[in-house]
């Protein structure tokens, strides 16, 4: 039994469903696009297993392709200027038409660019190769800033202007007070 028979002309739609759709996911598919179209919100159920998630997608997909193609009509539809002849129209739609062609297929062409870039990486991923090269950089960063050593990153001797110690003379030999007489006595030796 073919499953087209008792539907209307109107839901009678190519999906490009990968598989010969069931009943269920047509009318599930017919009612999306149809929700879709009139700008409505939609609950829609069906039982584990019927193919939901793939029926959403192709109907989806398919409202999209046909407003791409209402879209691309549309904007090349010319006013119909009384004055002009029907052949100067239909050159104007035929050029606008061939414009929007050239440009899609331009932007399919860097899109392929894109996706051929993505997979090369993906190759060098999956063979263990590094992701990218890293620079190697001289004694200057890469704004041209030298890079001393570990000196500048040393930190300086505190001096505290409150240091109660400050104004003491040291100890002999300069030692620093606060050691005991034990202490100074043995690192004057």
């Not at 109107?10 to 010969?20: C, G, K, V």
């Not at 149809?34 to 919100?41: D, N, Y």
């Not at 392929?112 to 200057?140: L, N």
Request: net charge negative; aromatic share 6%.
């Amino acid at each position: 039994m073919d499953q087209t028979e008792g539907l209307p002309v109107s839901q009678l739609r190519d999906f490009h469903h990968p598989f010969q759709p069931y009943n269920i996911q047509l009318e599930f598919m017919n009612g999306l696009y149809e929700c879709i179209e009139h700008k409505q919100v939609g609950i829609f159920e069906s039982p584990t297993g019927t193919g939901k998630s793939l029926s959403l997608i192709c109907g989806a997909l398919t409202w999209l392709r046909d407003q791409e193609v209402k879209a691309i009509n549309d904007s090349v539809a010319t006013e119909n200027a009384e004055d002009e002849p029907q052949w100067i129209l239909e050159h104007a739609r035929v050029e606008k038409r061939d414009a929007l062609f050239r440009k899609k297929r331009e932007l399919e062409r860097r899109l392929e660019k894109i996706r051929a870039k993505e997979r090369r990486q993906k190759q060098r991923y999956e063979s263990g190769e590094p992701r990218s090269k890293r620079a190697k950089f001289s004694a200057s960063d890469s704004r041209g800033l030298a890079l001393d050593k570990e000196d500048d990153f040393l930190l300086q001797d505190y001096e505290s202007d409150e240091d109660p110690n400050k104004d003491k003379p040291a100890g002999p030999s300069g030692l620093e007070p606060g050691l005991s007489g034990a202490s100074l006595d043995l690192a004057v030796k």
